[in-house]
């Protein structure tokens, strides 16, 4: 069974998107969604500026977990 997102959660990417420059644990928004399989995502900077915006599949990203560490 897929996750449920909505607009504004943020996701975990899960794997490496190198055409985005965008690796496995970035963090990103939920922008749109699109019914039950495939979500808008923006991917921004440390300093606000957007790295990417795409539509992934609800499978290529993740809830956040209490656990989650953000690093530079």
């Not at 399989?37 to 209490?66: K, P, W, Y």
Request: without cysteine.
């Amino acid at each position: 069974m897929n996750a449920t997102f909505q607009e504004l959660d943020t996701v975990v990417l899960v794997r490496d998107l190198p055409a985005s420059g965008l690796r496995a644990g970035g963090l990103g928004a939920v922008v749109h969604t699109y019914g039950s399989e495939a979500i808008e995502v923006e991917f921004v900077t440390a300093s606000g500026q957007t790295q990417a915006l795409l539509t992934l599949n609800v499978g290529d990203v993740r809830a956040v977990r209490d656990s989650d560490l953000l690093s530079v």
